[in-house]
């Protein structure tokens, strides 16, 4: 079967490989619309499996998750600063300063959700981020849940060498 010679023009045969990838950004833009939309009605628990799904995307996901970091309940900035976390490539933007730790940080600062919190200051924890240790250490003197000071003081005991008898201090304190 023979195509039709508009088909085997330059012209056409450009405007597929240009229209081919922005179709396929459009459908991951809005398959990370829905995967937000879901978290909205479901438990903070289910922040890691949708964090999971958009990180299955790649990084065509990227620019459409970091909208999230800032808006949203603290579960959607959780979930989208996992999934950029674990993107990568976040480095270059704000003057060297990862736009996922910013908000990891900022959400273990925040006491508005308490189990967003504890699980902001794990995965910093957990992944080691250590530009993350000198900001959370300042956090040791407020006051919150014990469990959360415990979390807290462990990840600053990993993350931040310079801050480790502060956090051994809390610690004590709290098993006092």
């Given at each position: 079967?023979?195509?039709?010679?508009?088909?085997?023009?330059?012209?056409?045969?450009?405007?597929?490989?240009?229209?081919?990838?922005?179709?396929?950004?459009?459908?991951?833009?809005?398959?990370?619309?829905?995967?937000?939309?879901?978290?909205?009605?479901?438990?903070?628990?289910?922040a890691w499996?949708?964090?999971?799904?958009?990180?299955?995307?790649?990084?065509?996901?990227?620019?459409?998750?970091?909208?999230?970091?800032?808006?949203?309940?603290?579960?959607?900035?959780?979930?989208?600063?996992?999934?950029?976390?674990?993107?990568?490539?976040?480095?270059?933007?704000?003057?060297?300063?990862?736009?996922?730790?910013?908000?990891?940080?900022?959400?273990?600062?925040?006491?508005?959700?308490?189990?967003?919190?504890?699980?902001?200051?794990?995965?910093?924890?957990?992944?080691?981020?250590?530009?993350?240790?000198?900001?959370?250490?300042?956090?040791?003197m407020e006051?919150?849940?014990?469990?959360?000071?415990?979390?807290?003081?462990?990840?600053?005991?990993?993350?931040?060498?310079?801050?480790?008898?502060?956090?051994?201090?809390?610690?004590?304190?709290?098993l006092r």
């Amino acid at each position: 079967m023979k195509h039709p010679a508009i088909l085997r023009s330059p012209v056409a045969l450009a405007l597929l490989l240009v229209l081919g990838p922005l179709r396929a950004q459009d459908e991951v833009s809005q398959r990370v619309d829905q995967l937000f939309a879901q978290l909205d009605q479901t438990p903070i628990s289910q922040a890691w499996r949708i964090s999971d799904e958009i990180v299955r995307l790649g990084d065509a996901a990227i620019p459409k998750v970091r909208e999230r970091l800032e808006a949203g309940a603290p579960k959607v900035r959780l979930a989208a600063a996992r999934s950029l976390l674990l993107l990568g490539g976040e480095e270059e933007v704000l003057g060297g300063e990862d736009p996922a730790v910013l908000a990891l940080v900022g959400l273990a600062s925040s006491s508005g959700d308490d189990e967003a919190r504890r699980l902001a200051i794990d995965l910093l924890a957990e992944e080691e981020v250590d530009e993350a240790g000198p900001a959370l250490a300042r956090l040791l003197m407020e006051p919150m849940p014990s469990v959360t000071k415990a979390r807290l003081a462990h990840a600053v005991y990993r993350l931040a060498p310079d801050h480790r008898e502060s956090a051994r201090r809390i610690m004590r304190d709290l098993l006092r």
